[in-house]
């Protein structure tokens, strides 16, 4: 083989080793993205479960405060009906 030919084989796979090169760095770098994503929404989940949780929590309390007092209301107009028809 030539010494042009051989120069520029060698020439070639540089581009190539140093194309590879900056691939893998960009890979690293959209890889790190993608973690970070992915750290972002998993917070966003955990905090989205625990409102949930808070407002299933508030949704308790207030019926059982409410429905006692519905019923009883319920009770009361039914006994002031009888009473008075």
Not at 6 to 20: M, N, P, S
Not at 44 to 61: D, G, H, M, N
Not at 73 to 83: E, N, T
Request: charge should be positive.
């Amino acid at each position: 083989m030539r010494e042009e030919d051989q120069q520029a084989l060698l020439a070639t796979l540089r581009e190539i080793r140093d194309g590879q090169r900056e691939m893998i760095q960009l890979l690293l770098r959209q890889k790190a993205l993608a973690e970070e994503q992915v750290s972002r929404s998993e917070q966003r989940i955990q905090k989205s479960v625990s409102l949930q949780e808070l407002a299933l929590q508030r949704q308790k309390v207030i019926t059982a405060l409410a429905v006692p007092g519905i019923v009883a209301c319920i009770a009361a107009i039914g006994y002031l009906v009888m009473r008075y028809f």
